[in-house]
Nanobody, 122 residues
């Protein structure tokens, strides 16, 4: 069983930056593909980024602005978010997948964090 805890959310103005962190415990962190998803009110959970092995993928909406990375010593995955836009406002979730190379669909993930709120004002 893997426990995931996100941190780093908050409120920023458009154009600002935030760095989300997700600490993992209870499993072999390096064996999991890790991902970030987000969910705005009334919308479905949306893929943001995934990292697994040497594979990194991003949603088109965040490409060039967000960067996912991981530290297998600290058992932590990060999401650096630059150039934030109001449409990035959502609850951001960290997830872990048994598929070590990462996946882009929510159904491919086995463990989820509780989420952290990101609010971007115009």
């Amino acid at each position: 069983q893997v426990q995931l805890v996100e941190s780093g959310g908050g409120s920023v103005q458009a154009g600002g930056s935030l760095r989300l962190s997700c600490g993992a415990s209870g499993g072999t962190f390096s064996a999991y593909g890790m991902g970030w998803f987000r969910q705005a009110p009334g919308e479905e959970r949306q893929f943001v980024a995934t990292i697994g092995g040497v594979n990194i993928r991003y949603a088109d909406s965040v490409k060039g602005r967000f960067t996912i990375s991981r530290d297998n010593v600290k058992n932590t995955v990060y999401l650096q978010m630059n150039g934030l836009k109001p449409e990035d406002t959502a609850v951001y979730y960290c997830a872990a997948s048994y598929k070590v190379f990462g996946v882009i669909t929510a159904s491919g993930y086995n463990y989820w964090g509780q989420g952290t709120q990101v609010t971007v004002s115009p």
